[in-house]
């Protein structure tokens, strides 16, 4: 997917991308009115083995998902349902490199009602899922719910 195609996913869901000039990277967020926010709390020692079944839960939340940087030259990759677990090994591989702003990643479902940020906050300030669907955030809830996940839900009313 080229930063084109990106940006029109992002104008017909709703999603905005900060300002370039504002030297935040490619900060996304939800422009409409009513909006789900989870944080899901992770420790160093949820890793690798709960940090991959809470993966496992936001990612049926979409039949696919665009992974993009947040900083530098515009990355981005598509990858569906039947490459999720391949998603989640590789990225396991890398969690302990996301060490600076420079290494963050966002997850938008490709039907554009959520966004994950995988960041170098991760242990310390938790997973951010952001929802413009309560049904997808729902059921991502419950899913975390099962398997015993820490997590808080805030709903946002502009």
């Given at each position: 997917?080229n930063?084109n195609?990106f940006?029109?996913?992002?104008?017909?869901?709703?999603?905005?991308?900060?300002?370039s000039?504002l030297?935040?990277?490619?900060?996304?967020?939800?422009?409409?009115?009513?909006?789900?926010?989870?944080?899901?709390?992770?420790?160093?020692?949820?890793?690798?083995?709960?940090?991959?079944?809470?993966?496992?839960?936001?990612?049926?939340?979409d039949?696919?998902?665009?992974q993009?940087?947040?900083?530098?030259?515009?990355?981005?990759?598509?990858?569906k349902?039947s490459?999720e677990?391949?998603?989640?090994?590789?990225?396991?591989?890398?969690?302990?490199?996301?060490?600076?702003?420079?290494?963050d990643?966002?997850l938008?479902?490709?039907?554009?009602?959520?966004?994950v940020?995988?960041?170098?906050?991760?242990?310390?300030?938790?997973?951010?899922?952001?929802?413009?669907?309560?049904?997808?955030?729902?059921?991502?809830?419950?899913?975390?719910?099962?398997?015993?996940?820490?997590?808080?839900?805030?709903?946002?009313?502009?």
């Amino acid at each position: 997917m080229n930063q084109n195609e990106f940006v029109q996913k992002c104008n017909q869901s709703g999603i905005t991308i900060a300002d370039s000039l504002l030297g935040i990277g490619r900060e996304l967020s939800f422009e409409n009115l009513l909006s789900r926010t989870m944080v899901v709390s992770l420790r160093e020692s949820d890793f690798p083995d709960l940090w991959q079944n809470t993966m496992k839960c936001i990612l049926k939340g979409d039949s696919s998902w665009i992974q993009i940087n947040r900083h530098g030259e515009f990355l981005a990759s598509v990858f569906k349902e039947s490459e999720e677990d391949e998603f989640i090994e590789q990225f396991s591989e890398r969690m302990n490199r996301i060490i600076s702003a420079g290494d963050d990643r966002y997850l938008v479902g490709i039907r554009g009602d959520l966004i994950v940020t995988l960041d170098h906050h991760i242990f310390d300030d938790g997973m951010v899922i952001y929802s413009s669907s309560v049904g997808a955030i729902s059921n991502i809830l419950t899913d975390l719910n099962e398997i015993g996940a820490e997590f808080a839900l805030y709903a946002t009313s502009r």
